[in-house]
């Protein structure tokens, strides 16, 4: 009968007679002689086509395997012909160390919901075709680039829904290859390798002429890099020279999204312009012209916050549009003269206003030119 493990999409194609219904690799208890001759096989004592090659879906088939002992892919006996088909590591679990060092693959590479409880290694390997990390944790605490001098000549290298992300540094990457990072996280000591990994992915996206991911990119790398303006100190005779730095990295992130995001400026503005509104009414507002454009009418609003409270509602949003009309001609720095401030504090206020419109606006131009550019 076949082995019964299965998870998801994912089943074990092996065949077996023990009276648990479950294959060598997927028992939970293993005789001595069982656990000898999965080591024979990890130590390339024993070909691994028997055991291995899943010739049904044509693919090297380590899913939902658990290892409990080191592993060095280049040490398992693989028939020549057979190294040319994808390997699964889908749904396994490596308890102790993993090493893939030096090793190249010809076809793709799956490690989906795969567990890495001890060090994990990629150094100087050779992924020829796609490479995809989904779900997978990496549960070492050791920082270090489990891809240094790896290179990467297919077509993508996904690296996605990652809980607790590594290292990137030294690797490598054709000039064609699309590297995905998307949704992974980083704890705080590990902020600067999280920015380093945005900014590697945001370099390759340029070099494949990707500039929508480059800029989705670029926006991951500066959080992170403002996550690290604070230092994580309690001496606050240091701590007072990052405020600054800290407040413009917040003004940059929410107001204009790091150049990445006009809607915010758009969002922003419109805040700006409907604060300054109710604050023209409570300065004082003449109206020099009726709504409906009738020459020499005259008109005061000068309001209260008592008088505001107590204000009918369709007499306060009727008087509320022309001040928000004011305002957003004021913003804009159109300034047609129909209304205008009655006194010193709305003259600071216009003033003000139109000092933070001409900023916005030119905020808001420059961040859609550079949108539009890619």
């Not at 891809?147 to 290298?157: D, N, P, R, T, V």
């Not at 701590?239 to 758009?266: A, F, R, T, W």
Request: glycine share 4%; net charge positive; proline share 1%.
């Amino acid at each position: 009968m076949k082995c019964k493990w299965e998870i998801g999409d994912c089943k074990c194609y092996r065949y077996t007679d023990d009276v648990s219904q479950y294959c060598l690799f997927h028992r939970k208890s293993k005789s001595e002689k069982e656990k000898k001759i999965i080591t024979n096989i990890l130590n390339g004592y024993i070909e691994a086509n028997e055991y291995l090659w899943n010739k049904e879906d044509n693919i090297y088939d380590f899913r939902g395997i658990i290892f409990d002992q080191d592993v060095s892919l280049g040490r398992i006996e693989i028939n020549n012909l057979n190294k040319k088909v994808p390997f699964d590591f889908s749904y396994s679990v490596f308890n102790k160390n993993i090493y893939f060092d030096d090793y190249r693959f010809y076809s793709n590479v799956l490690f989906v919901n795969t567990k890495f409880y001890q060090d994990v290694s990629f150094e100087n390997c050779v992924f020829i075709r796609s490479c995809i990390f989904d779900k997978s944790e990496f549960l070492s605490s050791k920082s270090k680039s489990i891809f240094y001098m790896c290179k990467f000549l297919g077509q993508e290298f996904v690296f996605k829904n990652i809980s607790n992300g590594v290292k990137f540094d030294g690797i490598r990457f054709s000039s064609n290859t699309k590297f995905i990072l998307q949704n992974v996280e980083y704890s705080k000591e590990r902020y600067i390798d999280a920015r380093n990994a945005y900014r590697i992915a945001k370099n390759q996206s340029n070099i494949i002429g990707d500039y929508e991911e480059s800029g989705k990119y670029y926006y991951e790398e500066r959080v992170y890099n403002g996550k690290m303006i604070l230092p994580r100190t309690n001496d606050k005779d240091k701590k007072h020279k990052y405020i600054v730095p800290k407040i413009m990295d917040l003004v940059s992130k929410y107001i204009v999204g790091y150049g990445e995001k006009p809607q915010n400026v758009l969002f922003f503005s419109f805040i700006l312009i409907s604060i300054f509104a109710y604050l023209y009414m409570m300065a004082g507002l003449r109206f020099n012209i009726n709504v409906d454009c009738t020459m020499n009418y005259h008109r005061t609003i000068k309001y209260s916050f008592l008088e505001l409270l107590s204000l009918d509602v369709k007499e306060f949003m009727s008087d509320y549009f022309q001040a928000w009309y004011f305002s957003i001609v004021t913003f804009t720095t159109v300034g047609y003269g129909d209304i205008i401030p009655i006194n010193y504090h709305g003259k600071v206020l216009a003033s003000i206003e139109m000092f933070l419109g001409v900023t916005v606006i030119a905020t808001w131009t420059s961040t859609v030119v550079r949108k539009m550019s890619r």
